[in-house]
């Protein structure tokens, strides 16, 4: 990596202060990254296990990049639009989303908010501001920037966040949102979760650039390399590009350096591409053991706490699953609802063949 961007880093593997960050995290916000970060953890596992016993049809995983997805969503004020790409549930969670919920998007069901429109892992939630996840990579960018724009122009003391992978960099929606922000300042922050991987092309396969960040000045506008496995150091830059939006002064490119411990999703076998002892290397440094470390070290955490809190949200992942396998599934017409004011005929026509 050059020099220009180093990578900011507060915490070492070992959850020592290293230096102390320019926005310091209290023990309240850490204590809540923490439970956020967990919950990610424990529901994807869950939901993996889920679709090999053929319960539902698809799951992705945050493992190793939970710390990077709560911490950043921990800088923000609720209000703050947050635009996720797909392995970001721990910003919804952060933000208070009933794990009940989630499993009903999970399994598509009735009570699924978006009613099976999408794929499983398409989560989202008006009340929190968190807009659903869309399939095609990187759409969300332009979204994140225009919408931040309308903010601007509403004079709202607001901004936007747009999480992406590294190879959503690839797009074209990418130059065009992150130019449209730069040139109109808009109040947008875009987090790049570089976590190596593009399902199983190599990031260095995907640019010629060292990475991510190297492109803010590209665009003009502020650029910074984060230890994405170091909470704190990611929470002291989020906020810092916050604070930079809600001024005036334009959007913030980060780019959060971590590793994709998962597979791509169920759909996936890294084993067939990964390289051998890359694991191994990221597990030492896994963001929630690093949290944990640093919290101990405060006397604020121990071993009982831990097992208290996996137990608790176990046990709320497995009675919502028991509520969603009992919830029946979308009413057959939502199938035609929901897009068009008025239904087209035509679709009514196909709906009534169809349905009998
Ligand atoms: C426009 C578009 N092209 C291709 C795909 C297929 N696809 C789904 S995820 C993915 C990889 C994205 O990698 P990255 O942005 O690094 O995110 P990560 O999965 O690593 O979190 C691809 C190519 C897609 N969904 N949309
Ligand atoms: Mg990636």
Known sequence: MTTEF???QVLSPEGEIIQPPKFPLSDDLA???LRAMWTSRLVDERMITLTRQGLISFAMSSLGEEGCVAASAAALSIEDWIYPQYRENAAIFYRGHPIEDYVHHMFCNG??????RQMPNHFGSRQLNVVTVSSPIGTKMPHA???AYGMKLKGEKTCTLVYFGEGASSEGDFHAGLNFASVY???TIFFCRNNQYAISTKACSQFQSQGIVEKAPGYGMAGVRVDGNDPLAVYSVTLEARERAIRGEGPTLIEAMTYRMGA?????DPSRYRVDGELEKWAALCPLDRLTKYLE???????EKTERLT???QSEITRSIQVAKSTPPPPEESLIEGVYKEIPRRLLEEFKEAHG
């Open 297 to 303: 070290k405060k006397g604020l955490w121990d071993l």
């Open 185 to 187: 300042k808009t109040p």
């Open 145 to 147: 920037a225009g919408s």
């Open 311 to 313: 137990q608790e949200i």
């Open 111 to 116: 009570k699924d908010i978006i009613l099976g």
């Open 6 to 8: 180093p990578t900011y």
């Open 264 to 268: 791509h999703s169920t759909s996936d």
């Open 31 to 33: 204590l809540k990254i």
